[in-house]
């Protein structure tokens, strides 16, 4: 698809170690109706969005207990895990559309607006790719898309909805923005929103993860994106089997 690369990561190689995919357990909160399934995204009759594998799974759940410990009000809440690779094209296809409805620009023709348009929903959606060398993170089951709640299960603000295509998304946008601002109630929420996610990039860097550069709520462990980041010498993980 024009204006989507490859990420400097997928030059890394891939060791497969064949660790299943699981169901997410119980003690992790999901955050449901799924957003993917709810718009039609073709994960197949026996396909569920949150499953990972289970070397990720063990390392979720010591994030949980790490963010339950500073934070005893809060808990991690899963937006979406494992994305099959039919799944990423169909919602980078809906990325497109949406950035180019809001715009004003016709999806069907050929413009350099559009192309801007495709280039940027590209800094944030992987490539679809069917290569195994190149798999997108979240069809490995490494990758984790996820938030922060309260007691109850609703959703902490954050400062940017997860999958907001911008600049918004950088995981210390909100701390730059404080930083050109004068006193006021502006600054006290930009770093409020800056220390809800700093709180969980902490609790999830601790128990291993890497954070994706532009995407505060996206982490992974295994991946080539995690190997890249961490200067592991190759991934665990590539594309997981699909069930059926």
Known sequence: MSG?????????PI??????????????????????AALGAPYGREGSPFRLRSGVITRLLEAEARLQRQQ????????????PVAVQRYMVEHAIQQECRRAGVDRRQASPARERLIAEVGRFWAPPSEDPSTPPPHSTGAAVDLTLADRKGQELAMGSPIDTIGAVSEPDHFLRRAERLREGP???????????????????????????PR???????????????????????GRAPEPG
């Open 15 to 36: 060791q497969e170690c064949g660790e299943p995919l699981l169901e997410l357990p119980a003690a992790l909160l999901r955050l449901e109706p799924h957003p993917y």
């Open 215 to 237: 995407e505060w709520w996206h982490y992974s462990w295994g991946d080539q994106l995690w190997a890249w980041g961490s200067g592991a010498g190759a991934a665990r993980y």
């Open 186 to 212: 502006e600054r006290l929420a930009c770093l409020e929103w800056h220390r809800r996610r700093t709180t969980l990039r902490g609790a999830m860097l601790a128990a291993g993860f890497f954070q994706h």
């Open 72 to 83: 005893p009000a809060w808990r991690l809440a899963i937006f979406d895990a494992w994305r």
């Open 4 to 12: 989507v690369s490859l990420r400097p990561w997928n030059r890394i």
